[in-house]
């Protein structure tokens, strides 16, 4: 294996092992670690909670079967009726860079070689009957030459790097 492939494996390991860290692994821990810190600091140290919850068991069901839902109804608020989602979703698509360039397989091999002869041909068909005025010819030259760009993996435009708030 070349020293290329074998960094495009080492960063891949990376991407998984931090989704599965962070997403799963810290997830699980942070779930138990802030039911068993609430329940031994909070609910032991007032005698009402305490008497209400003498053990742990029965603690963590309730607060799943609480928390649980109530989670879903918050995450489905910032998805659905918030403008924080949005925002972020803005910030991500500015930022991603497949935005100004093809993604890898069937778009640069197929999809957009189609495109592009689509184009030429209908470019020759309105020249032969004259449909087509100079500044016309010169924007289907633009997109022909955006279209060669990003078949050969190039980029057209910039993703914005920049700290905007």
Known sequence: MNLKGFLKRGYRAWYYFRMGYSVYLTFLFGYVSTLVTVYYLAVKSVPYLSDVFPRFVPFAVLA???????????????????????????VTQEAYPYNYKLTPGINPEVVF?????????????????????????????????????????????????????
Not at 66 to 75: A, D, K, M, R
Not at 128 to 148: C, F, H, V
């Open 113 to 165: 070689p189609t495109a592009l002869a689509q184009l030429k041909l209908l470019r020759m068909m309105a020249e032969r009957n004259g449909l087509l005025t100079e500044s016309e010819r010169d924007a289907i030259d633009e997109l022909e030459k955006k279209y060669q760009i990003l078949i050969r993996g190039g980029y057209v435009g910039m993703p914005k790097r920049t700290l905007n708030f």
């Open 64 to 90: 799943t079967v609480i928390g649980g839902p109530l989670s879903v109804v918050i995450g489905w608020i910032h998805m659905k009726r918030s403008r924080l989602y949005s925002s972020e979703a803005d």
